[in-house]
């Protein structure tokens, strides 16, 4: 189509794309709560951006469903909670649900079937307690991100409570296709959602928050309307649909006409953007302080037979999931957790759910998009999908050549990996590969840097020490060699003398 | 089961289109004009046609197999094919066989091959070889044969075309009377001769110079069948507006100015849009992806820099049809243009520093 | 006769150019700065001595030299390799350097007789015990210079490769298409 209103300035959505939403198929069924509890909950330790939880558990334990399984490390970090009650069997490495399935700290609960929950008391007015004490409350509770980047919750209260932010943003966009988790939790958790985001306005000392909603989902705009109505301070928007609109910064740009600086942080401009998802799980955890044990996953794709929505206990195996709604394995060529634009390719099912995992989706051969290479045509697709303005032909050529600095310079590090060039390029290059291949081997060569420096400080020290010694040893070795010689002297003396 | 235990990265999905998909809907889009053309000049326009097509597949499979690599994927994916066929374009439609074979060569090998293949080259390889052709062959390359419609009465029979492609022109007892110039080419002698216009122009009709009922390579004739495959083009996507909308522009304007100052000396707007190649230029060979800028704004520059200088050289040039020249031009300035102008990165201003922090007062107090 | 002049003409003009291009290199030659210290402080400094100079000092010389390419220090990798390069000011091809692969020394606790010899060789002081005590290498001080293995006497010191973790794990770069051209 003709788009002319590229040529004139102003507030427009730049790049991104518009892919086939596949939402359908989940979004007008209610969120399934039937699901069997697993047998074995496979809980990892690191579920979240930062340093790993310490366990503070032992094998042999009996837990009880939300009973602290490991606490947060340091500055930023967040603990882990047990998502069901029965006996710890395992505290050990089990494959991660990571595209290279290596091994992390995990650690496995039996179920014991009655998913007791541990003791908890609910507050009456949370509003009466002090804004510290909510994010303190919403660190201890697990919660992180759970749009898919995973940041602890907690220290993005703080951020927004010490830098004075102006406005909550609370980011229903769901751009991924097939996801439909926060559009299904919006229609049916509304209340919820807003008494959360009440709570974490009163938790940053914020006046305002803004919900922005793609306007692919008008159930869930007309119910967050309806939910948001007492409260003339929560605006609920609606934004439109185009990928990647979920990205912070786009709606960000869309809904305040700011734009953060890059490398700079939201903050910056005076916002702090959480996840309808992080709403309610903060809803939960401070009025009834039960932490993050569960989310809703959407399980969708062509391998499917029955795609939904389903409420399940973090650490249940994506086996289980797929066994629940009738996967077809031999027709599922990639497993993805997360959205198809930006998830990760999983190598097998035997993986746990955890906090981040907003998606599991099983692709057929068809859905995938093809990976016959063909040589860049230079059509620069690309870069009119780029939503960060970037020029991904001419990053790809130049880290396919190993100018990774060069790459660098035309704005590598400003690259948000949303897969729109992908998405686009009909030659099937892989961009966001190379993007992140080339982001991962700086990375190495840095650390590669920092090693070298740190032996030849080690060597230096050594050789001084070693020059210490022999000068020691020397000095030793003079000052026996004169004690000797004054003997000698003392011995010929007296022998004079006698 | 999952396919391979590589890992890939997202996105997972595609818009699954490919580069041959692209290639075709492109020469779809120039059908409408090709088939109009070769209509118009019957039987020896087709023999070349294909003769060209058929020398640049062959080109291109003898590079590849030179080169080591296995042809056949390289080949389906039709940029040889298109290639062939705008080079086709641009010759003259009587003009013998070695003509499209020595187009066709040069346009692959000298014009794609060498630089390394698809997406390599510096310059348009049509454009390459019309240009090379042109200057090499002055005569076979500005003999236009009048419109004689296929199996009109004053077109050539079936063996007659045979020897118009492949013994040359001159074995015709009528040739003489058979070709004439283009309408640019006409206005340019004309000039010469101190001839002024509006009486250059009595008899034309810029209708059916529009129409394509006109002199001219099978690229020159038809400008209302360029024109409305290239806005299809622009409707599926294929390419952008920027580049034609800004040639196209640039000529009117440039030639409304001229042409309104000094009506004698200068053709109208109406005849520069409906005579030669701009039409297929601005759809079709100044929008090739691999030699244009790749920003919405270098493809302006780029638009505007082709209209200048094929108004430039049809006014005041020698030769009376300017595209080729142009997109060469513009072809050697497209990695200057890519390399100044580049879109804005979010978050940075126009020279890559991140952007200000700037919270007003305001909303601090908030 | 035209041809023979023009044949003649641009021999003649082709030779004289050539031969005062030969002059210049010799007579207006630049003396490179001694940049000999500022590549060995870029080499890892360890000595390992794999690149076939006694040291990284004299590798750094036989660099500045030219008698060795930047792509000489093996456990260097193409990181190094890139930054050698870049001082020296030629231009490289990264295609063929092979990053080596990490390997560090691991203590067979069963074996270890406590006799020191590793410890008082390791150039980096990454192994740590005592007389009579089992030894342990700490692996993040540890080079892979693979002095250790030689004098041990029990061959409780082995080479492992770096295990890769979920931190140290990378993206591979993604192979290049047929027919893309690599250029």
């Given at each position: 189509?003709?788009?002319?209103?590229?040529?004139?300035?102003?507030?427009?959505?730049?790049?991104?794309?518009?892919?086939?939403?596949?939402?359908?198929?989940?979004?007008?069924?209610?969120?399934?709560?039937?699901?069997?509890?697993?047998?074995?909950?496979?809980?990892?330790?690191?579920?979240?951006?930062?340093?790993?939880?310490?366990?503070?558990?032992?094998?042999?334990?009996?837990?009880?469903?939300?009973?602290?399984?490991?606490?947060?490390?340091?500055?930023?970090?967040?603990?882990?909670?047990?998502?069901?009650?029965?006996?710890?069997?395992?505290?050990?490495?089990?494959?991660?649900?990571?595209?290279?399935?290596?091994?992390?700290?995990?650690?496995?609960?039996?179920?014991?079937?009655?998913?007791?929950?541990?003791?908890?008391?609910?507050?009456?007015?949370?509003?009466?307690?002090?804004?510290?004490?909510?994010?303190?409350?919403?660190?201890?509770?697990?919660?992180?991100?759970?749009?898919?980047?995973?940041?602890?919750?907690?220290?993005?209260?703080?951020?927004?409570?010490?830098?004075?932010?102006?406005?909550?943003?609370?980011?229903?966009?769901?751009?991924?296709?097939?996801?439909?988790?926060?559009?299904?939790?919006?229609?049916?958790?509304?209340?919820?959602?807003?008494?959360?985001?009440?709570?974490?306005?009163?938790?940053?000392?914020?006046?305002?928050?803004?919900?922005?909603?793609?306007?692919?989902?008008?159930?869930?705009?007309?119910?967050?309307?309806?939910?948001?109505?007492?409260?003339?301070?929560?605006?609920?928007?609606?934004?439109?649909?185009?990928?990647?609109?979920?990205?912070?910064?786009?709606?960000?740009?869309?809904?305040?006409?700011?734009?953060?600086?890059?490398?700079?942080?939201?903050?910056?401009?005076?916002?702090?953007?959480?996840?309808?998802?992080?709403?309610?799980?903060?809803?939960?955890?401070?009025?009834?302080?039960?932490?993050?044990?569960?989310?809703?996953?959407?399980?969708?794709?062509?391998?499917?037979?029955?795609?939904?929505?389903?409420?399940?206990?973090?650490?249940?195996?994506?086996?289980?999931?797929?066994?629940?709604?009738?996967?077809?394995?031999?027709?599922?060529?990639?497993?993805?957790?997360?959205?198809?634009?930006?998830?990760?390719?999983?190598?097998?099912?035997?993986?746990?759910?955890?906090?981040?995992?907003?998606?599991?989706?099983?692709?057929?051969?068809?859905?995938?998009?093809?990976?016959?290479?063909?040589?860049?045509?230079?059509?620069?697709?690309?870069?009119?999908?780029?939503?960060?303005?970037?020029?991904?032909?001419?990053?790809?050529?130049?880290?396919?050549?190993?100018?990774?600095?060069?790459?660098?310079?035309?704005?590598?590090?400003?690259?948000?990996?949303?897969?729109?060039?992908?998405?686009?390029?009909?030659?099937?290059?892989?961009?966001?590969?190379?993007?992140?291949?080339?982001?991962?081997?700086?990375?190495?060569?840095?650390?590669?840097?920092?090693?070298?420096?740190?032996?030849?400080r080690l060597m230096d020290e050594r050789n001084e020490r070693m020059a210490r010694i022999k000068k020691l040893q020397q000095e030793e070795e003079q000052a026996r060699l004169a004690a000797k010689a004054e003997r000698e002297r003392l011995q010929t003396e007296q022998g004079t003398l006698a | 089961?999952?396919?391979?235990?590589?890992?890939?990265?997202?996105?997972?999905?595609?818009?699954?289109?490919?580069?041959?998909?692209?290639?075709?809907?492109?020469?779809?889009?120039?059908?409408?004009?090709?088939?109009?053309?070769?209509?118009?000049?019957?039987?020896?326009?087709?023999?070349?046609?294909?003769?060209?097509?058929?020398?640049?597949?062959?080109?291109?499979?003898?590079?590849?197999?030179?080169?080591?690599?296995?042809?056949?994927?390289?080949?389906?994916?039709?940029?040889?094919?298109?290639?062939?066929?705008?080079?086709?374009?641009?010759?003259?439609?009587?003009?013998?066989?070695?003509?499209?074979?020595?187009?066709?060569?040069?346009?692959?090998?000298?014009?794609?091959?060498?630089?390394?293949?698809?997406?390599?080259?510096?310059?348009?390889?049509?454009?390459?070889?019309?240009?090379?052709?042109?200057?090499?062959?002055?005569?076979?390359?500005?003999?236009?044969?009048?419109?004689?419609?296929?199996?009109?009465?004053?077109?050539?029979?079936?063996?007659?075309?045979?020897?118009?492609?492949?013994?040359?022109?001159?074995?015709?007892?009528?040739?003489?009377?058979?070709?004439?110039?283009?309408?640019?080419?006409?206005?340019?002698?004309?000039?010469?001769?101190?001839?002024?216009?509006?009486?250059?122009?009595?008899?034309?009709?810029?209708?059916?110079?529009?129409?394509?009922?006109?002199?001219?390579?099978?690229?020159?004739?038809?400008?209302?069948?360029?024109?409305?495959?290239?806005?299809?083009?622009?409707?599926?996507?294929?390419?952008?507006?920027?580049?034609?909308?800004?040639?196209?522009?640039?000529?009117?304007?440039?030639?409304?100015?001229?042409?309104?100052?000094?009506?004698?000396?200068?053709?109208?707007?109406?005849?520069?849009?409906?005579?030669?190649?701009?039409?297929?230029?601005?759809?079709?060979?100044?929008?090739?992806?691999?030699?244009?800028?790749?920003?919405?704004?270098?493809?302006?520059?780029?638009?505007?820099?082709?209209?200048?200088?094929?108004?430039?050289?049809?006014?005041?040039?020698?030769?009376?049809?300017?595209?080729?020249?142009?997109?060469?031009?513009?072809?050697?300035?497209?990695?200057?243009?890519?390399?100044?102008?580049?879109?804005?990165?979010?978050?940075?201003?126009?020279?890559?520093?991140?952007?200000?922090?700037?919270?007003?007062?305001?909303?601090?107090?908030? | 006769?035209?041809?023979?002049?023009?044949?003649?003409?641009?021999?003649?003009?082709?030779?004289?150019?050539?031969?005062?291009?030969?002059?210049?290199?010799?007579?207006?030659?630049?003396?490179?700065?001694?940049?000999?210290?500022?590549?060995?402080?870029?080499?890892?400094g360890?000595q390992?001595?794999?690149?076939?100079?006694p040291g990284?000092r004299?590798?750094?010389?036989?660099?500045?030299?030219?008698?060795?390419?930047?792509?000489?220090?093996?456990?260097?990798?193409?990181?190094?390799?890139?930054?050698?390069?870049?001082?020296?000011?030629?231009?490289?091809?990264?295609?063929?350097?092979?990053?080596?692969?990490?390997?560090?020394?691991?203590?067979?606790?069963?074996?270890?007789i406590g006799c020191t010899r590793c410890f008082k060789l390791c150039p980096t002081d990454?192994i740590v015990g005592a007389p009579k005590q089992?030894h342990?290498?700490?692996?993040?001080?540890?080079?892979?210079?693979?002095k250790c293995?030689a004098v041990?006497p029990?061959?409780?010191?082995?080479?492992?490769?770096?295990?890769?973790?979920?931190?140290?794990?990378?993206?591979?770069?993604?192979?290049?298409?047929?027919?893309?051209?690599?250029?």
């Amino acid at each position: 189509m003709l788009n002319l209103s590229s040529l004139f300035k102003g507030p427009r959505i730049r790049g991104g794309v518009h892919a086939e939403e596949h939402k359908a198929d989940t979004s007008c069924k209610p969120i399934a709560v039937d699901f069997p509890l697993p047998k074995k909950l496979y809980i990892p330790l690191q579920q979240h951006v930062g340093k790993a939880a310490e366990p503070v558990v032992r094998v042999g334990d009996h837990v009880l469903k939300g009973q602290l399984l490991a606490h947060s490390q340091g500055m930023v970090s967040a603990p882990v909670h047990a998502s069901s009650s029965g006996v710890i069997v395992d505290i050990n490495d089990y494959p991660a649900p990571h595209p290279s399935a290596l091994p992390i700290r995990t650690v496995v609960v039996e179920t014991d079937g009655k998913d007791q929950w541990i003791e908890y008391s609910s507050i009456d007015d949370p509003f009466q307690l002090a804004p510290e004490e909510i994010s303190l409350r919403v660190g201890a509770a697990g919660i992180v991100g759970l749009g898919g980047a995973a940041f602890p919750s907690a220290v993005k209260l703080n951020l927004g409570r010490e830098s004075k932010i102006h406005t909550l943003l609370i980011n229903g966009g769901e751009c991924e296709p097939y996801l439909t988790c926060d559009d299904r939790l919006m229609q049916e958790r509304a209340l919820g959602i807003i008494d959360g985001i009440r709570l974490m306005l009163h938790g940053m000392e914020t006046e305002q928050a803004i919900i922005g909603i793609e306007d692919n989902k008008p159930e869930a705009y007309a119910a967050m309307l309806d939910a948001a109505g007492p409260y003339p301070f929560i605006k609920v928007q609606q934004v439109p649909t185009r990928y990647p609109m979920g990205w912070d910064r786009q709606l960000i740009r869309y809904l305040t006409g700011r734009e953060v600086p890059a490398g700079g942080r939201s903050a910056d401009v005076g916002v702090i953007m959480h996840n309808v998802g992080t709403a309610y799980s903060v809803h939960r955890a401070i009025r009834f302080s039960q932490p993050l044990v569960s989310r809703v996953v959407t399980v969708s794709g062509g391998a499917v037979a029955l795609p939904m929505n389903i409420e399940v206990p973090i650490g249940t195996l994506i086996s289980e999931l797929f066994a629940f709604c009738r996967v077809n394995q031999a027709a599922t060529k990639r497993i993805v957790m997360g959205g198809p634009m930006m998830g990760d390719a999983l190598p097998h099912s035997r993986l746990p759910v955890v906090k981040a995992s907003s998606g599991i989706l099983a692709l057929t051969q068809e859905e995938i998009r093809n990976t016959t290479q063909q040589p860049c045509i230079r059509c620069a697709q690309c870069v009119s999908a780029c939503p960060a303005g970037l020029l991904p032909l001419d990053m790809a050529n130049r880290i396919r050549n190993n100018q990774l600095d060069a790459a660098v310079d035309i704005g590598l590090r400003d690259c948000i990996s949303c897969g729109s060039c992908s998405y686009v390029c009909p030659s099937n290059i892989p961009l966001v590969q190379y993007f992140k291949y080339a982001t991962g081997e700086l990375a190495a060569r840095q650390q590669a840097q920092h090693k070298s420096e740190h032996t030849k400080r080690l060597m230096d020290e050594r050789n001084e020490r070693m020059a210490r010694i022999k000068k020691l040893q020397q000095e030793e070795e003079q000052a026996r060699l004169a004690a000797k010689a004054e003997r000698e002297r003392l011995q010929t003396e007296q022998g004079t003398l006698a | 089961m999952i396919a391979s235990r590589k890992p890939s990265s997202g996105a997972h999905i595609g818009t699954n289109t490919s580069v041959q998909h692209i290639m075709w809907r492109v020469i779809l889009a120039i059908s409408p004009a090709t088939a109009f053309g070769l209509f118009c000049f019957g039987w020896p326009a087709l023999n070349l046609f294909i003769v060209t097509l058929l020398s640049a597949v062959l080109f291109e499979a003898f590079c590849l197999r030179l080169a080591g690599r296995i042809a056949k994927p390289a080949i389906m994916d039709g940029s040889a094919l298109l290639t062939g066929w705008l080079v086709a374009m641009t010759l003259p439609p009587w003009a013998p066989w070695w003509i499209g074979v020595a187009g066709a060569g040069i346009a692959i090998i000298l014009g794609k091959q060498v630089y390394g293949g698809l997406g390599q080259n510096l310059f348009n390889p049509a454009m390459l070889a019309r240009i090379a052709l042109l200057i090499s062959f002055p005569i076979e390359m500005t003999t236009w044969p009048n419109v004689a419609p296929a199996f009109s009465a004053q077109a050539p029979d079936f063996i007659e075309s045979w020897s118009i492609t492949f013994s040359g022109l001159g074995s015709i007892a009528s040739a003489d009377a058979m070709t004439g110039a283009t309408t640019l080419g006409y206005i340019k002698t004309e000039f010469s001769q101190q001839h002024w216009l509006p009486d250059i122009l009595a008899n034309h009709s810029i209708f059916l110079n529009f129409l394509g009922w006109t002199r001219g390579s099978l690229g020159e004739t038809s400008a209302l069948l360029l024109g409305l495959g290239g806005v299809w083009l622009i409707r599926q996507g294929v390419i952008k507006w920027h580049i034609p909308v800004s040639l196209l522009l640039t000529v009117t304007l440039l030639s409304s100015v001229f042409h309104l100052l000094d009506s004698q000396h200068y053709i109208s707007p109406l005849v520069h849009l409906s005579s030669g190649a701009l039409m297929c230029a601005a759809f079709f060979i100044a929008t090739d992806y691999v030699t244009s800028p790749n920003t919405p704004a270098g493809q302006l520059v780029f638009g505007a820099g082709c209209g200048l200088l094929i108004f430039v050289i049809r006014t005041w040039g020698t030769y009376p049809e300017g595209a080729g020249f142009a997109v060469l031009l513009m072809n050697a300035a497209t990695p200057l243009i890519d390399h100044y102008i580049r879109p804005r990165i979010y978050g940075r201003n126009r020279n890559g520093k991140p952007l200000e922090q700037k919270i007003t007062v305001q909303e601090r107090e908030q | 006769m035209y041809i023979l002049t023009a044949i003649v003409s641009l021999t003649t003009l082709g030779l004289v150019l050539g031969l005062l291009l030969g002059i210049a290199a010799r007579y207006l030659k630049v003396e490179s700065n001694p940049i000999v210290d500022e590549l060995e402080a870029l080499m890892p400094g360890s000595q390992c001595g794999q690149c076939g100079y006694p040291g990284c000092r004299p590798a750094a010389e036989a660099l500045a030299a030219g008698e060795a390419p930047p792509t000489l220090c093996p456990p260097g990798g193409s990181s190094l390799a890139e930054q050698l390069a870049k001082l020296l000011g030629v231009e490289i091809d990264l295609n063929d350097v092979q990053d080596p692969e990490l390997l560090v020394a691991r203590v067979s606790e069963d074996t270890c007789i406590g006799c020191t010899r590793c410890f008082k060789l390791c150039p980096t002081d990454a192994i740590v015990g005592a007389p009579k005590q089992i030894h342990a290498v700490i692996a993040d001080a540890c080079i892979g210079c693979k002095k250790c293995v030689a004098v041990c006497p029990t061959e409780c010191l082995q080479m492992h490769p770096v295990e890769v973790t979920l931190r140290s794990w990378r993206w591979p770069k993604p192979a290049v298409a047929e027919g893309a051209a690599t250029c």
